[in-house]
């Protein structure tokens, strides 16, 4: 991915809300497999990390991008944001 490219998913991904938040119990098999229907379905999500949870994000992101083959966008603070190219006919997102 450029940084041209990443820059574009950045900027998409600022007027997100994140639709999952890893907690206490971090990163379960059920939380990697929803994620991974989520990133088939839209290409790009974003990811709360409660302050209960031990992990460290960016440490959770590179794991979550390995489970999901996706790839890590960006993580601030405790917010990730994870991109996974979608198949041909269901692209949503056209990078530039």
Same mark, same amino acid.
């Given at each position: 991915? &450029?940084? #041209?490219?990443? +820059?574009? $998913?950045?900027? $998409?991904a600022? &007027?997100?809300? =994140?639709?999952? *938040?890893?907690?206490?119990?971090?990163m379960? =098999?059920?939380?990697?497999?929803?994620? !991974? %229907?989520? $990133?088939?379905?839209?290409?790009l999500?974003?990811?709360?990390v409660?302050?209960n949870? !031990? @992990? @460290? =994000?960016k440490a $959770?992101?590179?794991v979550l +991008?390995?489970?999901?083959?996706? *790839?890590v966008? *960006?993580?601030?603070?405790?917010?990730?944001v994870?991109y996974?190219?979608?198949?041909?006919? #269901?692209?949503?997102? %056209?990078? =530039?």
């Open positions: 991915m &450029t940084s #041209k490219q990443r +820059a574009y $998913l950045k900027s $998409l600022m &007027t997100m809300e =994140p639709i999952f *938040q890893i907690g206490k119990n971090s379960t =098999p059920e939380i990697t497999k929803a994620i !991974a %229907e989520a $990133l088939e379905a839209r290409e999500i974003k990811i709360s409660l302050q949870c !031990a @992990d @460290d =994000p $959770l992101a590179s +991008a390995e489970r999901t083959r996706s *790839q966008v *960006q993580v601030i603070g405790k917010k990730i994870l996974k190219e979608g198949k041909n006919e #269901k692209k949503k997102i %056209e990078l =530039p």
